[in-house]
């Protein structure tokens, strides 16, 4: 796909558990820049996967923001790909 047709943006992170509450308030603070949903697979386990949908244009915004939390705690990047 052509970046000229590419929308979005979607970027899979896993997060410990007990760091997800603080991820998703982030997240939610962070209005406009993407949505976001827990990957269900993830929820009996000692992690969260967390699906993030950014417009193409706020993607660099995204990486910052989660390069800065994972200054704080383990932040990985599980897929990356463009829509």
């Known amino acids: 796909m052509e970046a ?5 943006y979607t970027t ?6 007990q ?5 998703y308030f982030i997240l939610e603070a962070s209005e406009g820049f ?7 697979e993830s929820l009996g386990e000692g992690y969260r996967d967390i699906e993030l949908v950014t417009p ?3 993607k660099q915004d995204i990486d910052l923001l ?3 939390l994972g200054t704080q705690y383990k ?3 599980i897929d990356e790909y463009a829509r």
């Open 4 to 8: 000229a047709q590419q929308k979005a």
């Open 12 to 17: 899979i992170i896993r997060v410990p558990k």
């Open 19 to 23: 760091e997800a509450a603080y991820t």
């Open 34 to 40: 993407c949505f976001y949903s827990t990957i269900d």
């Open 56 to 58: 193409i244009k706020f």
């Open 66 to 68: 989660l390069a800065k």
């Open 75 to 77: 932040v990985e990047i």
